[in-house]
C-alpha cells in the first residue's frame, strides 16, 4: 500500500527546510537500534523491512500533499519546489527479516542526502519498530505450538486496520500458516483460513441443519461445535457424518470455549470412535503463548490455534525502547 510522504513528524520538515536553506547536502547515516529488551522478551525479530523498501521506492510528494503544505506559513515557496522533485535516491542496509534481534544491535541503516535521510526517518522507524515487535509476539506463540498450526485470527480486535494488516503479515513472517485477515492476504499472498461464526449457526433453526447446511456449500470447511453445548456440536458432526456418508469432507470441528485441553481430548476420543480420525480439531478463545504452551505440555490433542486479541495488540510488550543514531560527512570524526 502507498504511504504518503507527510507520514512525518513536522520537525523533519523543517529540519529538511534548514538544510536546503544551508545549502547542506552530504550524506547521512542513521541507524536504528533498540537500548534494552521489554521486561518478558528474550528476543526481538527484525521484521518491516519490506514496507519500508516499498515506501523508499514510491516516496514523493503529490499535489495533494504540496497544497496542504502551502497552507502552513513555515515553508517556502522554494522549498515546496524542491520537494515536489524530491525522491528517495539512499541506499538501505537492513537484516533479513526474521532474524533474531538484541539490544543495540544496528536493524536498519539508512545512508542518502540529509535531506533525503531526515525526511524518510519517521516512517522507517514506525514501520521498523511495529513490525519487529509483531513478529517477535508471533514467533513466541509458534514456538509455543511446538509445531502444530498458527493462525492470525486478531484482524476485529488489532489497533486499527493498518495494525491488522501488519500483525498478519508478521504472524506469517515467524512461522504462522496463515489469516483470517482477507485485505492481508490480497496484499502478501498470505493463506487465508476461515470457518463459521456462532452469529450463523444461531440463524438456523438447529445447530444440525447449520452444520448440513455449510457443509453442502463448504465441503471441507471446519465446523464450529461450542455455540450450545461443545460435546453435543461434536455429536451432531458425527451425525452429519453418518448420514453424508462417502459425501462427508469436513476437515475439522472448532472448539472456542471452556476447558480446551479437557474438551479436545473428548473431542478427539468422540471422533476416533466414529472413525473420523481424519477430523482435526482447531482450537481459539483468547490464547496466547503462555495457554497454548500449557496445552501442549498436557498432551492435548490439538492440531491447530487461531490466535486473536493477545497476538494482535503484542500483549505483554507493546512498545520497545527503539530510536535512530545520526552521524554525517560533515561531522570532524567522519
Known amino acids: ?12 520538515l523543517t529540519m529538511a527546510q534548514a538544510y536546503a536553506a544551508e545549502h547542506m547536502d552530504q550524506r547521512a547515516v542513521f541507524e536504528l537500534t533498540f537500548r534494552k529488551m521489554p521486561a518478558n522478551r528474550n528476543y526481538i525479530v527484525a521484521a518491516g523491512i519490506s514496507d519500508v523498501l516499498d515506501f523508499l521506492a514510491t516516496f514523493r510528494f ?10 502552513r506559513s513555515e515553508f517556502s515557496g522554494e522549498f515546496l519546489r524542491r520537494l515536489q522533485d524530491l525522491r528517495f535516491t539512499g541506499d538501505v542496509y537492513a537484516i533479513p527479516e526474521g532474524t533474531l534481534v538484541f539490544p543495540h544491535e544496528p536493524l536498519v541503516q539508512v545512508i542518502a542526502p540529509i535531506l533525503e535521510a531526515q525526511l524518510v526517518e519517521t516512517l522507517v522507524l514506525n514501520q521498523v519498530h511495529f513490525h519487529s ?5 508471533a514467533a513466541r506463540v509458534a514456538e509455543a505450538a511446538s509445531g502444530r498450526g498458527v493462525v492470525d485470527f486478531g484482524c476485529r ?3 486499527g486496520t493498518d495494525a491488522a494488516l ?3 503479515r508478521a504472524t506469517y513472517l515467524a512461522g504462522g500458516e496463515g489469516t483470517s485477515n482477507v485485505l492481508a492476504g490480497m496484499i502478501y499472498g498470505i493463506p487465508l483460513f476461515g470457518t463459521m461464526a456462532h452469529s450463523y449457526i444461531q440463524a438456523h433453526d438447529s445447530e444440525a441443519a447449520s452444520f448440513e447446511a455449510f457443509a453442502a456449500l463448504y465441503p471441507e470447511t471446519t465446523l464450529l461445535v461450542d455455540t450450545y453445548n461443545t460435546l453435543k456440536g461434536v455429536r451432531k458432526v458425527v451425525d452429519l457424518s453418518r448420514k453424508l456418508g462417502d459425501r462427508f469432507r469436513v476437515r475439522a470441528v472448532r472448539l472456542d470455549s471452556g476447558d480446551l485441553g479437557s474438551l479436545a481430548s473428548q473431542t478427539r476420543k468422540m471422533l476416533d470412535e466414529a472413525g473420523l480420525k481424519q477430523v482435526t480439531i482447531f ?14 505440555n498436557s498432551g492435548a490433542p490439538i492440531d491447530a490455534f487461531g490466535v486473536g486479541t493477545k497476538l494482535a495488540v503484542m500483549e505483554g510488550a507493546s512498545h520497545l525502547d527503539m530510536a535512530s543514531s545520526w552521524w554525517s560527512t560533515a561531522e570532524k570524526d567522519v
Open 133 to 137: 515487535l509483531a513478529a517477535a509476539k
Open 157 to 159: 480486535r488489532a489497533h
Open 62 to 71: 503529490g499535489s495533494e500533499e504540496l497544497n496542504y503544505l502551502r497552507t
Open 166 to 168: 501488519k500483525v498478519a
Open 1 to 12: 500500500m502507498t504511504t504518503s510522504a507527510l507520514f512525518t513528524d513536522l520537525y523533519e
Open 283 to 296: 482450537v481459539s478463545s483468547s490464547l496466547d503463548e503462555y495457554q497454548i504452551q500449557g496445552l501442549v
